[in-house]
């Protein structure tokens, strides 16, 4: 019996528990004392919200334990179920791909965003200290990895998948040594979720965190990479920060309740809706390619050969029946067999709305519109489609800033802390004003239009009426806006020179109109 089962019989029998009176009355009248105790089993059940009533409606709705954190073996078979997904869905894949070009793509960008009058330093400084800043990260992002395989943009895309398929990702900020070709020795080490854990006295894995007085974890205990085959199953302590307060592990993940401390695959809820669905595609494709099989089947009458049992047609030579058809198979049947046509069902008109509504039962718990789940425009118009990317550029957004703060940020700000201890980056009291030293605004890739004409038309106008901002227009294309200002005003100067007139929009060339008619009148 599982240990669920158990817990819901403990508790039942802790709620009719009977008392002295109940003991006696039932010693003396044992039907007596079953009504009672019946009776009170009604009024236990009795609720003033329908969702909690235990009815005859509502018998197979079996909770199970509940917690903050699903046990060890719980959350092993989820990961593993959602990686077997990935491997062999294609729906699945494609989900996890989505979601992570679409908040990732090709790596969020950080842009140091200073600010003077919270520093002593003024604004030329100010910015000349940006221009550092940036200039560090970009050469220490191509050597991120500790591996020394990825770059740290390709670093965001696995931590990214992983956090999708195992519902957390774990990360080292490692100081790499021994090699003096780093200008900046921190580097970054992805840890699977399995290295994770600990075993107890009984030999099962908890969930390898030590937590302090108030639940914050105070030490990881991280199993060590078998890349040489001997260390398995040996793990090292952690510490979660070090005495200065430096984070020495990064374990990001959705935090679902309080007191949560490890990570739940995203696809959770919808695993089985996936399973079934690919089991229920496969079936079809295969009634499809019986029902596709022309065979012919001749029956023999022939009794001397049945009488002999000499080998047929139906055999192989080494006497295993022939069990299986394909098109354009001819068989040979003894005499006294038939045929039984098995007429493989397949789906009429109901298909497709059911395929489709389960598809966007799937997405919504995904937060991924129908169209782009199945990248599926075909039935959609400009309202509609503009509608359902506006909806997934709403949840990515909120995706893409959570992981830049809880990811991309901490390692941000110990590269700019290295780089400043190294005499790299020239900031003025950078202990004391850390947190706005490393202030930064991460940029992700643009998500293009629907329709440009329309769309940059907007964009023009909700800049030219304070509704928006260059910044913000631009973040949103994955550009950064002062390359912009600096790339147009080179492009004016060279024009300028070689005397090419620069197409310029209504709004500028009305405004330089006006400009040229005031200064006519004067």
């Not at 921190?186 to 399995?194: F, P, T, W, Y």
């Not at 739940?264 to 809820?269: G, Q, S």
């Not at 395929?355 to 400009?382: H, Q």
């Amino acid at each position: 019996m599982s240990e669920r089962f158990q817990l819901n019989i403990r508790d039942s029998r802790q709620k009719l528990k009977m008392s002295w009176l109940d003991k006696a009355i039932s010693y003396v009248s044992p039907k007596t004392g079953l009504s009672r105790l019946a009776a009170r089993a009604r009024i236990e059940m009795a609720a003033n919200y329908r969702g909690s009533e235990s009815s005859r409606l509502r018998s197979d709705w079996v909770l199970g334990v509940d917690s903050t954190t699903p046990g060890g073996w719980e959350l092993s078979r989820l990961r593993e179920r959602a990686r077997d997904l990935n491997r062999n869905d294609p729906l699945s894949s494609g989900a996890t791909d989505t979601l992570g070009h679409n908040i990732v793509g090709k790596g969020l960008k950080p842009q140091s965003r200073l600010r003077a009058e919270y520093l002593p330093v003024d604004e030329e400084k100010a910015r000349s200290l940006q221009r550092q800043a940036e200039l560090i990260w970009n050469t220490w992002a191509p050597l991120a990895d500790s591996g020394n395989r990825l770059d740290f943009d390709e670093i965001q895309f696995v931590a990214l998948r992983k956090i999708i398929e195992d519902g957390e990702t774990i990360a080292l900020p490692v100081m790499v040594k021994n090699e003096p070709w780093r200008t900046i020795r921190r580097a970054v080490e992805l840890v699977e979720s399995e290295r994770l854990a600990r075993s107890d006295v009984f030999g099962m894995l908890d969930t390898g965190i030590e937590l302090g007085n108030r639940g914050e974890p105070k030490t990881y205990h991280i199993r060590k990479a078998d890349h040489q085959n001997k260390n398995q199953g040996k793990s090292v302590a952690i510490p979660a920060r070090d005495k200065a307060g430096r984070p020495n592990i990064l374990h990001v993940f959705r935090t679902l309740r309080p007191g949560q401390q490890r990570g739940i695959p995203l696809f959770a809820p919808v695993l089985t809706y996936f399973k079934d669905l690919a089991d229920y595609l496969e079936a079809e494709v295969v009634a499809a390619r019986v029902a596709a099989c022309l065979a012919v089947f001749i029956t023999k009458q022939d009794p001397m050969n049945l009488a002999t049992a000499m080998q047929t047609d139906t055999e192989t030579s080494s006497g295993d029946r022939i069990a299986g058809i394909e098109p354009g198979l001819v068989g040979y049947l003894n005499t006294g067999e038939s045929i039984n046509v098995v007429d493989p069902k397949r789906p009429g008109d109901s298909f497709q709305p059911f395929l489709e509504g389960l598809l966007r039962i799937i997405g919504a718990s995904l937060g991924l519109p129908y169209e782009l789940l199945l990248k599926d425009f075909s039935k959609t118009n400009y309202s509609s489609a503009r509608a359902a990317l506006l909806e997934g550029r709403r949840m990515f957004t909120t995706w893409r800033g959570w992981f830049a703060r809880r990811f991309c940020q901490p390692i941000w700000d110990l590269v700019l802390e290295e780089a400043y201890l190294r005499g790299l980056f020239d900031a003025p009291d950078f202990y004391k004003y850390r947190s706005e030293y490393t202030r930064a605004l991460w940029i992700g890739g643009g998500w293009g239009w629907v329709d440009p004409t329309k769309e940059v038309e907007a964009s023009s106008n909700a800049v030219a009426y304070g509704l928006s901002t260059l910044a913000e227009e631009a973040a949103g294309q994955g550009r950064d806006w002062e390359e912009i200002l600096e790339q147009r005003k080179r492009e004016q100067d060279k024009a300028a020179e070689l005397g090419v007139v620069l197409h310029t929009s209504s709004g500028q060339a009305g405004e330089e109109k006006g400009a040229n008619a005031e200064t006519e009148e004067e």
